[in-house]
T-cell receptor
Framework: DTGVSQDPRHKITKRGQNVTFRCDPISEHNRLYWYRQTLGQGPEFLTYFQNEAQLEKSRLLSDRFSAERPKGSFSTLEIQRTEQGDSAMYLC???????????FGSGTRLTVV | DQQVKQNSPSLSVQEGRISILNCDYTNSMFDYFLWYKKYPAEGPTFLISISSIKDKNEDGRFTVFLNKSAKHLSLHIVPSQPGDSAVYFCAASALSGGSEKLVFGKGTKLTVNP
């Protein structure tokens, strides 16, 4: 069990570029979550998958954001046409059905310049 | 509109004493509450949780108390240790409503002084 792995750890991109982040959950976990955390705030929910199905999405997830979890394993979060307001820590977490204490990854810090 | 509030941005205590971190919520649909601890450059780590059918849950040095009528919960750490220094987040969920998302507070930075 290597925990939840996120790649890359840091990403600096120019405004208007597209970026994609990857999350590898704990292998036996069927649930996967994406959160965003900005400075001085707690994590904010973006979206949730059970296996490969995306079951819940926040209104924070604008049409520039898309998340996938093909085959119910790893997940990707893509942000198109990045804006400076997208600068944040993007956290991935996973859990198993019936358990409610997520395991979070270390996050991907995005800086849009 | 912040549904989970941690009104103390920071707390400083002496090693060996009790740390009490507070959290208030406004949404009466919340029925499950969790505390997470976060060190710099790491993701949050699950600490302890409580269901709304209980008013207390204990795990070693950590105890969470829930007062549903006041919509208030607290985390007690006894005795506090320097390694407990971190940011603590309170989170809530409306599980019976079918939602899997957690709503987090802004966090309280705890410093335990040797």
């Amino acid at each position: 069990d290597t925990g939840v792995s996120q790649d890359p750890r840091h990403k600096i991109t120019k405004r208007g570029q597209n970026v994609t982040f990857r999350c590898d959950p704990i292998s036996e976990h069927n649930r996967l979550y994406w959160y965003r955390q900005t400075l001085g705030q707690g994590p904010e929910f973006l979206t949730y998958f059970q296996n490969e199905a995306q079951l819940e999405k926040s209104r924070l997830l604008s049409d520039r954001f898309s998340a996938e979890r093909p085959k119910g394993s790893f997940s990707t979060l893509e942000i198109q046409r990045t804006e400076q307001g997208d600068s944040a820590m993007y956290l991935c977490a996973s859990s198993s059905t019936g358990t409610y204490g997520y395991t979070f990854g270390s996050g991907t810090r995005l800086t849009v310049v | 509109d912040q549904q989970v509030k941690q009104n103390s941005p920071s707390l400083s205590v002496q090693e060996g004493r009790i740390s009490i971190l507070n959290c208030d919520y406004t949404n009466s649909m919340f029925d499950y509450f969790l505390w997470y601890k976060k060190y710099p450059a790491e993701g949050p780590t699950f600490l302890i949780s409580i269901s709304s059918i209980k008013d207390k849950n204990e795990d070693g040095r950590f105890t969470v108390f829930l007062n549903k009528s006041a919509k208030h919960l607290s985390l007690h750490i006894v005795p506090s240790q320097p390694g407990d220094s971190a940011v603590y987040f309170c989170a809530a969920s409306a599980l019976s409503g079918g939602s899997e998302k957690l709503v987090f507070g802004k966090g309280t930075k705890l410093t335990v002084n040797p």
